[in-house]
Every structure is written in structure tokens, then in C-alpha cells.
């Protein structure tokens, strides 16, 4: 066919007819001058696609890597030039190190002008460059149906990840015929025969091994795959930073989070263990404890690695594996279940301490409940979210201290039920949640955010309210940034600076945008007022005043700061 027989369209049209053709249902954007042809594309679309209008690019960004996350499909966010894509940029950084798709389009200033740092210009290409898998500018409107299928193609392929387009606004305007292309396809390699072999021989040497599941490129039937294959070896398993939810932590075979606030004796069996198994994490600074725990490059004497990722550069990268195996998880995972399993008996006593451990790790008793009379005991809220909440209810969480109780109490069972950055974002939790509601209308939402966290994009509440989400968010308020707070009495006790906070009466600030809002100041209000959040058609914000001395789960900053002032003293 000649490109004449193909229907004559703007460049704004062909964009959205493509996102089309690659099963795009949401878009998250702020709306910007620079793509006003898009909006208006978008207008005649919105029984195929809804534009969820956000109240900052930073959120909806993040809004659509949650999206990612949830569906593996590349989230697509839309947002103006200069301000618009400086503001999204945090969102890119995430999905990078989430291994989420991600698709950012970027209104661009008319080409013409380019160079001259025109009204909010920036070259994309160079400021995402570092942060995306690929970023391109769209310069002729006859070439969107080939760039927007290959943006989709490197989003997903290989470890997933963040792709940009930018979109400058005269090519949004530009008349081409041209053809569509497919949906896009997957592309990830699978585990050769010999790999699987050796992988199988080592394990039948093992005496202390170890499955260490994380990264991204999962879907459901994998995570039931590496739990037969799990299973039928009676593994111990154990999850990277924040990939909670790869496998079900009321298993028998779950020993614990490779994660911050690690429980000290899973540490220990990371150290010990004879083969780590570690199937799709990065390895990363937290999985590694800062390259502590796992000795870079080569690990230590006696101690063996099976590295399986989907991108073959970053094998070997920082680990130097002893069976580096180029696979996708689902491949790698479906050939997993099909071995026969190693007949071996060695680890059991090893997996039976582990799994008690972790069971002691999420034990939570009165005693250890600080002030319980005078403010809220996050312990007992988590314990009673994961007594309360169903198997598939969705937990979205950003950065800060109040993460660890979550890390460390909740039991999360099923596939995709964690939305938490392992970039260790802040603000990512609410936007994370509504993206969630609007994927899963009938699953309970839980947001969960520190007094710190969640003013990064509190004012999305009105986002939840234009599109009636009733989620339910649990603000835990110390008054600080706690992370910061205690790492300063760490490192400089008692000169407190730059890390205390004047909130808001968050109850109050939910009631204004038309939510509801209550404040929780014992733990024993608690499961009253989170019923009736839960029976509520809208979103429901809790704050919880908790004790500002109960830094973590197990330590307090007022001993911190005695004990790092001591340590000081004696260096004098
Ligand atoms: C966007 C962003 N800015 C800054 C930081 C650094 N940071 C990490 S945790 C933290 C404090 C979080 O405070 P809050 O949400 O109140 O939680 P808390 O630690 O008090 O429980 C800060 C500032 C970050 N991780 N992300
Ligand atoms: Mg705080």
C-alpha cells in the first residue's frame, strides 16, 4: 500500500490511535498548552481511554508507575514541557529502579524554535537520558505509530523499565498518512538447558541455600511457578527491598525481607547460606545491606550465587555470579517448576530456624508497645491490618521510618498487593493508591504515609475526590522526618536541625477537600475507626499520633542519642 491509502491524520491523532492499538485504558496527566492537540485526540477517545486529571505532574507520574506495576504494562503519564517533565522526572526514577514500565509523554516547544531556549524548552534526550531505558523526540508526525510501538517494545522488554517522547507541538498539528502498527511483544530470554542443569548440580551440593525472589518482569503464574519449584525443594525464600508480595509470607518455605530493617538472624543466614539463589533482583545497595551482606565483587569462600535477570548487562555487574542464567522470570520460573527436585534433606533444620525467626520478627506482644496509653503503637496497627485486611487488599507506601513496621509486620500474600518504591521515593504512597483503586474499584486500598510523606502530594486528595476513590489513608505523624531525624542523632547527637515538622490537623485538611478525617490517638481506637473507614464511599484519612521516641520497631532515639553520645565521647 502507498502511504496515501492510509487516512490522513494529525500527529495528535496518530499518538492516540497508536496508545490505542497498545491497550492503553488510562492516562494520568496535568494538562499543558504544549498538547492541546492531544487533549483534543484524547476528547474522542474517552470511551477507550480516561484521562485521570491530576493536581501535580509529580504524582500523576507516580500514579502511572503504580499503574505499571499493578497491570505490566507500560503506565502512561502526559504532562507539558520545561516545569511539566522536571516535575514527572521523580516518577522516571522510580520506575527505573522499580523495573516498572513506564511510558512519559512530554509536550515539546514547536520545532522551529528548538535551541533557543525558547518558553520551557529542554532537550529531552539529554535530561532522561540517564534516568529512562530510551527517550526520542518525535519530529515527524508520519514516524509516531513506529516510535510510540518501539517506546512500548523497550518499556516491557528485557527489565522492564522508563521510556519518554517528546512531542514537540507543531508535529502534533502535522498531517501523515501512515500505517499502524501491532501491540507490542514481550521479549525476554529463557534459561538454556545447560544453565539449568548446573543450576540443579549446585543445588544438590548446597547445605545452606537460600531463594532470594525480586526485580521486576513478574506476573502471576510466575510467582506460582518459583513457589512449585520452591516447594517441591523445600527452599527457604526470602524477598529482595520491597518486593513483598513476589511470595506468600504465610508459607512455610517465607523466611523473611532482605530489606531495611532486616531481622538480624535473616541477615545472618545471608551470610551463611552456601547458594544464594537469587532470581530477578538487581542485588541492589539496601537488598545488600550497603555491599555488606554479599561481598562485592565475588561474594566470599565457600559461598556460590545463581544470578537469573532479565537484562544480560547487568549480570555480573557488581556480583560476579557463579551461574549467571539471562532469563525472564516467567520463563525462568515455568522451567524452574518443570526440574526434578533435589532429594536432599541437608537444609531442613536450616529452613525450620529461619521460617521460626521470621515468625518471632512479626510477633508483636504488649510489652514491646511503647506509651500505648498516650499514642498510637504502630505494631499493633500493622498486626491488626494483617488480621483484618484480605488476601488481595492493596498496601502503598512511600519513604520514611514508618515504613518499617509495615516491612516488618505485615503478611503480604498475594501478587501485587505492595506498592512501595524502592527508590524509597517519598510521596509515592497516595498517588500509588489511587492509581490502585482505579484498577481495582472492588479491592481495599490502603495508603499509609509518615507526617512527612504524605504532604509531598496530600493535595491529591482531590484527585481521589473528582474520581470518587474511596481509599483509606493511615498518616502516621511523629512530628519529623523520622529517617532523617534518627540518622542525625546517629551521626550527631543531640544537635537536632532541619528535621522537625508543623503539621497540619490532618483530620481537618481531609475535611476540607471533602474527605473524611479522623485522628487516632490510642491504639485501642484504632480497629473502630478504621471499620468505619472501611465502610465509607469515600476516602478516608486517619492520622495516628504515635510516640516521636518509637523510632522503629525495635529501637528508641532517645537511646540513640545516648548511645551515639557515648560512642563519641569515647573517641574524644
Ligand atoms: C522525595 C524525597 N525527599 C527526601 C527524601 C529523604 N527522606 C527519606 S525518609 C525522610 C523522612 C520521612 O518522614 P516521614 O514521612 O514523616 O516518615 P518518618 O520517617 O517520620 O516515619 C526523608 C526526608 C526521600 N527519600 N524522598
Ligand atoms: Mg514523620
Request: aromatic share 8%; hydrophobic share 40%; with cysteine.
Amino acid at each position: 500500500m502507498h502511504s496515501q491509502d492510509y487516512p490522513a491524520r494529525t500527529g495528535a491523532r496518530l499518538l492516540v490511535d497508536a496508545l490505542r492499538v497498545q491497550g492503553v485504558d488510562t492516562i494520568f496527566c496535568v494538562p499543558g498548552e504544549s498538547y492541546l492537540s492531544v487533549l483534543d485526540a484524547l476528547r474522542d477517545a474517552r470511551d477507550d481511554i480516561r484521562l485521570i486529571v491530576c493536581r501535580h505532574e509529580g504524582a500523576s507520574a507516580n500514579m502511572a508507575v503504580a499503574y505499571g506495576k499493578l497491570t505490566g504494562t507500560p503506565g502512561v503519564c502526559l504532562v507539558t514541557r520545561g516545569p511539566g517533565a522536571t516535575h514527572a522526572s521523580v516518577g522516571v526514577h522510580t520506575a527505573k529502579q522499580d523495573s516498572t514500565p513506564l511510558l512519559l509523554l512530554i509536550g515539546q516547544i514547536e520545532r522551529e524554535f528548538a535551541g533557543r531556549e525558547a518558553f520551557q524548552e529542554i532537550d529531552y534526550r539529554f535530561m532522561f537520558a540517564p534516568l529512562t531505558k530510551w527517550v526520542a523526540q518525535i519530529d515527524r508526525a508520519s514516524r509516531v505509530p513506529e516510535l510510540v510501538s518501539r517506546a512500548f517494545q523497550t518499556a516491557v522488554s528485557g527489565r522492564p523499565g522508563p521510556v519518554a517522547l517528546a512531542l514537540p507541538e507543531d508535529m502534533l498539528t502535522e498531517i501523515a498518512s501512515v500505517a499502524a502498527t501491532r501491540h507490542y511483544e514481550v521479549v525476554r530470554a529463557h534459561p538454556g538447558t545447560s544453565d539449568l542443569h548446573r543450576l540443579i548440580v549446585m543445588l544438590a551440593g548446597a547445605q545452606r541455600p537460600l531463594l532470594l525472589l525480586g526485580g521486576g518482569g513478574w506476573d502471576q503464574n510466575a510467582c506460582v511457578d518459583i513457589a512449585k519449584f520452591a516447594e517441591a525443594n523445600r527452599l527457604p525464600t526470602a524477598v529482595a527491598f520491597r518486593s513483598q508480595d513476589l511470595f506468600d509470607n504465610r508459607n512455610e518455605l517465607y523466611v523473611g525481607h532482605v530489606g531495611l530493617g532486616i531481622n538480624s538472624s535473616l541477615a545472618q543466614c545471608v551470610r551463611d547460606a552456601d547458594l544464594l539463589l537469587v532470581v530477578g533482583p538487581r542485588l541492589s545497595e539496601v537488598t545488600t545491606g550497603g555491599y555488606e551482606l554479599l561481598k562485592v565483587p565475588g561474594l566470599k569462600e565457600g559461598q556460590q550465587l545463581v544470578h537469573v535477570h532479565a537484562d544480560p548487562d547487568e549480570l555480573c555487574r557488581v556480583y560476579q555470579a557463579d551461574l549467571p542464567i539471562n532469563a525472564g522470570m516467567a520463563a525462568f520460573a515455568a522451567a524452574a517448576r518443570r526440574l526434578d527436585p533435589v532429594k536432599s534433606t541437608a537444609w531442613h533444620s536450616w529452613l525450620g530456624a529461619a521460617r521460626q525467626s521470621y515468625l518471632d520478627h512479626i510477633t508483636v506482644s504488649d510489652q514491646g508497645s511503647y506509651n500505648s496509653k498516650r499514642f498510637v503503637d504502630m505494631s499493633q496497627v500493622v498486626a491488626y491490618l494483617r488480621e483484618r485486611l484480605p488476601a488481595d487488599a492493596i498496601i502503598a507506601n512511600g519513604a520514611g521510618n514508618y515504613t518499617t513496621w509495615i516491612h516488618r509486620f505485615y503478611q503480604y500474600r498475594t501478587f501485587r498487593t505492595q506498592l512501595a518504591p524502592t527508590s524509597g521515593a517519598m510521596g509515592y504512597g497516595l498517588p500509588a493508591a489511587i492509581a490502585a483503586k482505579l484498577r481495582y474499584p472492588g479491592r481495599i486500598v490502603v495508603a499509609v504515609a509518615g507526617d512527612g510523606c504524605f504532604l509531598m502530594y496530600g493535595q491529591e486528595l482531590a484527585t481521589a475526590m473528582k474520581y470518587s476513590l474511596p481509599i483509606i489513608i493511615l498518616v502516621v505523624n511523629n512530628c519529623m522526618y523520622g529517617t532523617i531525624r534518627m540518622h542525625q542523632e546517629r551521626n550527631y547527637p543531640g544537635r537536632v536541625y532541619g528535621t522537625d515538622l508543623v503539621n497540619p490537623d490532618f483530620a481537618a485538611f481531609a475535611q476540607a477537600f471533602g474527605a473524611k478525617g479522623e485522628i487516632v490517638k490510642r491504639t485501642e481506637d484504632f480497629p473502630a475507626v478504621f471499620e468505619k473507614a472501611l465502610a465509607a464511599e469515600a476516602p478516608y484519612l486517619i492520622e495516628l499520633r504515635v510516640d516521636p521516641d518509637v523510632i522503629t520497631p525495635s529501637s528508641r532515639l532517645s537511646e540513640i542519642t545516648l548511645q551515639s553520645t557515648a560512642h563519641a565521647d569515647r573517641k574524644d
